[in-house]
């Protein structure tokens, strides 16, 4: 990439990446809008801890799937 080979994305992982971060702001701007107190939280800090998994597992494959990144 820009500083080094060690990097080497593909436009599929940019725009794997971009629906990624699309879907998960998305879900947080309109779902909890219906929803009050903890279970706004609670629906938050799922998708956030959702969303991190997931993008460890394309980034280095920490449960060894077959789409992971390593």
């Not at 080497?8 to 107190?37: E, H, K, R």
Request: glycine letters at 8%; proline letters at 3%; hydrophobic letters at 55%.
């Amino acid at each position: 990439m820009q500083f080094t080979d060690n990097v080497q994305w593909t436009y599929g992982d940019f725009i794997i990446m971009g629906c990624m971060l699309t879907v998960y702001m998305l879900t947080i701007n309109f779902a909890p809008n219906s929803l009050n107190g903890v279970k706004k939280s609670l629906l938050m800090l799922v998708l956030g801890l959702l969303f991190l998994l997931l993008w460890a597992e394309l980034a280095v494959g920490i449960f060894n799937s077959p789409f992971a990144g390593s």
